[in-house]
């Protein structure tokens, strides 16, 4: 018996990354998955986001698994477009119990060269989308008197890190909007939780890596240099942490971070 036999997932940014990985985590404890991404670029970040493909390839191993999946193209910034999806997996697949809020860009630069296009792209997404997810859902879940939402928050969003100001701000917003969201939906029996990773084998870093010129290996070294456990958080890794979130091993832990960041932010 799986640990999510049953339950509906809705994920954002699942074409690839921790979002995929997430996906399968999930449809192997035997849940049914509805994946959103945006999987075009756009002008910020410079770092190609999913593809289509990357799409295609999580709907696929989902259905391997034996599982349903749904593909969703939107933007996390647009309301409107969460919402139709949201509303289209309830009628499809009969309801959502678990949303994870995972979409998210990054970027590097000095705090007072950043744009205020950079900014606003950047809150837009990690922050005001992980609300966009929480705000489409929440009157289904207090229909039905029982939910998870788990967000993806990061170590830049409990610890100051230079050179990633708008991110860190947007990732400090997710960790606010997770307590405050689990006081006010507790009474519905609503688990509000957002999960912190490290420095994470995603292309992200890879992406992050070819702006700041260097090579993956390098990048990856720089960019985990705080790790206790040494290495890059494998997305595998951050995907268990979220599926116990979503399971009901954790059903009294609600407001809650959880820090997989190989120790960092002890530091
Ligand atoms: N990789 C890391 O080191 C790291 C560390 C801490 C936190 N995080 C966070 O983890 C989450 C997942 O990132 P990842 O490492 O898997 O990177 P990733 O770039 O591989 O995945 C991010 C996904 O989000 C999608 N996406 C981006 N903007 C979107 C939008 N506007 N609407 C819909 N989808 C959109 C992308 O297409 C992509 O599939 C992000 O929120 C990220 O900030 C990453």
């Not at 509906?8 to 074409?15: K, L, S, Y």
């Not at 991404?37 to 295609?56: F, H, K, Q, T, W």
């Not at 259905?63 to 949201?86: H, P, T």
């Not at 390098?218 to 595998?236: D, K, M, N, T």
């Amino acid at each position: 018996m799986g640990k999510l036999d049953g339950k509906v997932a809705f994920i954002t940014g699942a074409a690839r990354g921790q979002g995929r990985a997430t996906a399968l985590a999930m449809a192997t404890e035997g849940a049914n998955i509805a994946c959103f991404d945006i999987c075009r670029n756009l002008s910020y970040p410079s770092y190609d986001l999913a593809g289509v493909e990357d799409m295609e390839r999580t709907v696929a191993e989902i259905k391997a698994l034996g599982r349903e999946a749904l593909a969703f193209y939107g933007d996390v910034r647009s309301f409107a477009e969460i919402k139709a999806a949201v509303d289209e997996t309830i009628e499809t697949l009969g309801g959502i119990d678990i949303v994870v809020n995972n979409a998210g860009i990054a970027g590097i630069a000095p705090s007072h060269e950043l744009t205020e296009e950079e900014w606003d792209t950047m809150l837009d997404i990690n922050l005001k989308g992980v609300w966009h997810g929480c705000k489409a859902v929440i009157p289904h879940m207090i229909r039905k008197q029982s939910g998870r939402i788990i967000s993806t928050s990061s170590v830049n969003g409990v610890k100051g890190l230079p050179y990633s100001l708008h991110y860190s701000c947007a990732k400090w917003g997710v960790v606010g909007l997770t307590k405050t969201l689990a006081q006010e939906l507790a009474p519905y029996n609503i688990i509000v939780n957002c999960i912190s990773p490290g420095t994470c084998d995603t292309q992200m870093v890879a992406g992050l890596a070819r702006e700041a010129g260097l090579e993956y290996a390098e990048a990856a070294r720089q960019f985990s240099s705080g790790h206790l456990i040494a290495g890059l958080v494998p997305p595998e890794a951050v995907a268990a942490a979220v599926l116990w979130l979503a399971s009901e091993d954790s059903r009294f832990v609600t407001g809650h971070n959880l820090m997989v960041d190989a120790g960092w932010s002890c530091t």
